[in-house]
């Protein structure tokens, strides 16, 4: 008897092979990312969180500043006026009841368009900048102010008037106030 127990495990596996197998694959393929790169959410065309979004382009600010001659050290704040937005494609439908010269009544309904890959984009609108304040060795030189201001400006399209570039402070005056 305990030599039947022992071999029926194996004889349903011999039978249930294919299914087995087949069971595995798509658990594989559920588990597949869908392309390179592809997100970890379901939804590929999510916006990013505003403070995300402004989180990075304030480390890509930086990185670019620092290769600026004379800048060192940067630090970069930006201040919303308004987050970005996406604008979804949208298909509308209108139904009405009665005559088409006057109707009775009529009914609108939007559905938004998808795809396999997601939601349709039709406009994707960006971020308006408040202001900006740049922390960086070289704030002290006017050329060096300049040319990041300059920089600031073509990267958000804020006026001199609103990016304020300003020296890091020293070591030796880190705890007090000047």
């Not at 609108?108 to 060795?137: H, N």
């Not at 006017?142 to 804020?158: E, H, Q």
């Amino acid at each position: 008897m305990d030599e039947r127990k022992r071999t029926k495990p194996l004889e349903v596996l011999s039978r249930y092979k294919f299914v087995l197998l087949a069971a595995a694959l798509g658990a594989a393929l559920l588990l597949w990312p869908t392309g390179p790169g592809a997100p970890e959410a379901a939804d590929s065309r999510a916006p990013d969180s505003g403070a995300g979004a402004v989180r990075e382009m304030e480390e890509a600010m930086e990185a670019i500043l620092a290769e600026i001659s004379g800048v060192g050290r940067v630090d970069v704040m930006l201040t919303l006026h308004s987050g970005g937005e996406l604008v979804l494609a949208e298909d509308a439908a209108l139904r009405y009841s009665g005559s088409a010269q006057s109707p009775d009544s009529y009914e609108r309904s939007t559905d938004t368009v998808t795809t396999a890959g997601g939601v349709v984009v039709r406009q994707e609108i960006c971020p308006q900048y408040r202001g900006a304040l740049v922390v960086c060795d070289g704030g002290n030189s006017d050329r060096v102010r300049l040319a990041v201001i300059d920089a600031v400006g073509a990267l958000t399209g804020l006026g001199s008037d609103r990016i304020a570039v300003v020296k890091w402070r020293d070591g030796a005056n880190a705890g007090t106030a000047n």
